[in-house]
């Protein structure tokens, strides 16, 4: 295949304009390794970014999606064979490098992952930037001491596609998980996926209160803001709080006393890691943390529908992951 198809932003007032386009390779941004896309999928960052929100795309035309998975087409890197499955997320595709909304993708090897041993390309796409934030999560949470006998564990925002993933891995993994959703129609949906209770939101968020009843030993957290800061009066001593997300805000106010009087530990999450730990959190992914409901939480569009559904993402539409298959 020399032409493909791919959804294009232009730059425009007062968002960009998306037209799905056929291209040729050498409409691409620069790399050295061509791949044919099986899959992408729909990320919150696609949709602001499809959106002209927040500055995101600086520079247009631009090919958008932040994650990719599929077939080595061509690679002038020898660590690299037509053919080889692999992943690609991060490093700027998307942004200010062409992305995974498109049948062809061009990168630098040195983005290349290789698909991990267990994964298809399918499973790996439903995972995609998202699975790969939630493992990194419970990674570092683990590192830090979290383990089932602590406690339960909440996880916030809990119908994203983050949230939903964390809840099937912190399932599999032995913890009892409490789901928090403002959505009263998810309940059944978020107990299948592996969660032994859901709530909407405990207490008053604005509390003046430094600190609140003991109740979580983890808690992963996509929304930020009072939400966020709530969680830090709510902590079991030691508890450990993953946060990578701020659809609730980026002001966080709150006290110094859960740090030195209960100990807990706040750690943030930047999923733009270095390869490495790429590979180590992607191997645990496949094997001790992977999902065994990925089929609850991803389903499939065509190119064709992406537009619609990036517009039903920024409202909030969505839930789970919505992979597109190219």
Not at 7 to 30: C, F, M, N, V, W
Not at 147 to 175: C, F, K, N
């Amino acid at each position: 295949m020399t032409s493909f198809q791919a959804l294009r932003l232009h730059d425009g007032k007062p968002e960009p304009a998306r037209r799905i386009e056929t291209l040729q390779p050498g409409d691409l941004s620069p790399g050295n390794v061509l791949i044919e896309v099986a899959y992408s999928s729909i990320n919150h960052k696609d949709a602001l970014a499809a959106h002209g929100r927040n500055g995101i795309i600086r520079q247009f035309p631009r090919i958008g999606g932040i994650d990719l998975t599929g077939c080595v087409a061509a690679s002038d890197d020898a660590r690299f064979t037509p053919g080889d499955e692999v992943i690609v997320h991060g490093f700027g595709i998307g942004v200010d490098h062409d992305g995974g909304h498109a049948q062809r993708a061009r990168v630098p090897g040195d983005w290349v992952l290789p698909l991990p041993r267990g994964l298809t390309l399918l499973e790996a796409a439903i995972l995609g930037a998202a699975g790969y934030t939630a493992g990194l999560a419970l990674h570092w949470m683990e590192h830090n001491g979290l383990t089932p006998e602590r406690g339960p564990v909440l996880v916030t925002g809990a119908t994203g596609g983050v949230a939903s993933i964390a809840i099937d891995m912190l399932a599999g993994r032995g913890y009892q998980v409490t789901a928090m959703t403002g959505k009263s129609d998810a309940h059944a949906a978020l107990k299948a996926l592996g969660a032994s209770e859901v709530i909407g939101r405990i207490g008053n968020p604005a509390s003046p209160k430094p600190l609140e009843k003991a109740r979580w030993a983890g808690a992963v957290d996509s929304v930020g803001g009072q939400t966020l800061a709530w969680l830090t009066r709510t902590m079991q001593p030691e508890g450990i709080i993953s946060a990578f997300g701020n659809i609730g805000g980026a002001e966080l106010d709150l006290t110094v006393l859960p740090f030195i009087l209960r100990g807990i530990r706040l750690i943030g999450i930047d999923a733009n890691s270095p390869m490495p730990l790429r590979r180590q959190v992607w191997d645990k992914i496949a094997r001790d943390y992977r999902p065994t409901r990925l089929e609850r939480i991803g389903h499939c569009i065509t190119l064709a529908q992406l537009p619609e559904y990036l517009g039903r993402m920024l409202q909030g539409q969505l839930q789970g992951r919505t992979v597109i298959r190219m």
